[in-house]
């Protein structure tokens, strides 16, 4: 049975870092788009990136304009991925999701098929 765990989440002040992992198990998932997405409090699950397969073991990156230049998503071993983020903010304040699809990298949630039961990132001002 196919699983996807988070970890790394926690508190930290506005201007740190994180680095959050997910370790994917059931099968291989080398040639699967895995995606970040958050949930802010009391607002809908949002896409922050995404890497899919191009060729041999280069992957692309997608990532929400909110997050770019300071959140790297990589993958070093075909089960896993990470998200580096940097320059944390307030704003930045969700419960952080794992989730993987097969095919083409997509921002909508509803278009990934497995998801872990996330990881809570707490930046303070």
């Known amino acids: 049975q196919e699983q996807l765990v988070e970890s790394g989440g926690g508190l930290v002040q506005a201007g740190g870092s994180l680095r959050l992992s997910c370790a994917a198990s059931?099968?291989?998932?080398?040639?699967?788009?895995m995606g970040w997405f958050r949930q802010p409090p009391g607002k809908e699950r949002e896409f922050v990136a995404a890497t899919s397969w191009s060729s041999g073991s280069t992957y692309n990156a997608d990532y929400a304009d909110s997050v770019k230049g300071r959140f790297t998503i990589y993958r070093d071993k075909p089960n896993a991925v990470y998200l580096r983020m940097n320059s944390l903010e307030p704003e930045d304040t969700a419960v952080y999701y794992c989730?993987?699809?097969?095919?083409?990298?997509?921002?909508?949630?509803?278009?990934?098929?497995?998801w872990g039961q996330g990881t809570q990132v707490t930046v303070s001002a």
């Open positions: 059931g099968r291989t998932f080398s040639t699967y788009v």
């Open positions: 989730a993987a699809r097969t095919g083409i990298s997509a921002r909508g949630a509803t278009e990934y098929d497995y």
